[in-house]
């Protein structure tokens, strides 16, 4: 590593946040008002419930986190391609991909959900073949059509993403490669998807937190996350606003470590001045 690239991994003393930053007037108040609700919220409401679901909320929390990161991870393996293909062609898979991620993003992910589960699980009963074979045992359970459609809803959004970011990566660079004698794998794996990366890294936050967002989807087809683990206190104890109001914030919680960690991704990669 270079000190050139070393120096811009590094933080300044100028990046990091002063101590008198967080005591601005604003900020105070903001502070307070949140102090004063989560003691509001912790001494007038029932929580005499949540220990007794404790073990619940804990499994759905890791289905959530499953559902998130596995689809995220499986999403963005997809999504390169179909970026990457609407930039180099050949045109029929230029054509391909732009069609699969125009309707796969102008349909509701809840409807392809339903899809997934309901149209194409219904059929796979009806053939011995399928019934028979090893993937039967994952076929006839809901998560496997979870996984797909939010994969493939996430792969969808992301190829636009991805595209957008390998067009953007200046051509100079690429040609700079060429000129040392990269091979194209050479110079699409240290050069172009770097790059592109870096350029696609503020967008991914925000697809991944809305992914996270998406996931309770996956309760109407009877997958327990979170979601439906909340639904189930609230038809049990009766209660409206207490598990709402705790499942609003396990997702505020979940959300600000995303985009922590994207933050500190971000801080990293040595492209600064791109």
Not at 81 to 87: E, F, K, M, N, T
Not at 133 to 147: C, T
Request: charged residues 15%.
């Amino acid at each position: 590593m270079t000190e050139t690239t070393t120096h811009a991994m590094a933080l300044s003393p100028q990046d990091l946040p002063k101590a008198s930053s967080f005591f601005k007037p604003h900020r105070i108040f903001l502070m307070l008002l949140f102090a004063t609700l989560v003691f509001c919220i912790a001494w007038f409401m029932r929580w005499d419930w949540l220990p007794r679901y404790l073990p619940r909320l804990g499994s759905g929390m890791l289905v959530t986190l499953a559902m998130l990161f596995s689809t995220a991870a499986l999403g963005f393996l997809f999504a390169v391609p179909l970026g990457l293909v609407q930039v180099t062609g050949p045109r029929p898979l230029k054509w391909a991909a732009s069609w699969f991620c125009t309707i796969i993003r102008g349909t509701p992910l809840l409807l392809q959900l339903w899809l997934l589960y309901y149209g194409l699980g219904s059929l796979f009963p009806q053939f011995p073949a399928i019934r028979q074979s090893f993937l039967w045992p994952y076929l006839r359970e809901s998560w496997p059509y979870g996984v797909a459609a939010l994969t493939i809803s996430f792969a969808a959004y992301e190829g636009e993403v991805m595209r957008g970011a390998f067009a953007g990566v200046p051509a100079g660079e690429l040609e700079a490669g060429r000129a040392y004698g990269m091979s194209r794998w050479t110079l699409f794996r240290r050069i172009w998807l770097p790059r592109a990366l870096h350029r696609a890294l503020p967008t991914l936050n925000g697809e991944t937190v809305l992914q996270l967002k998406s996931t309770p989807l996956v309760a109407t087809i009877t997958v327990v996350d979170l979601y439906a683990v909340i639904s189930r206190v609230r038809q049990e104890t009766f209660l409206t606003y207490e598990p709402l109001l705790l499942l609003a914030l396990i997702y505020m919680g979940l959300t600000g470590l995303l985009v922590i960690a994207f933050k500190y991704f971000e801080n990293r990669i040595p492209t600064r001045g791109a």
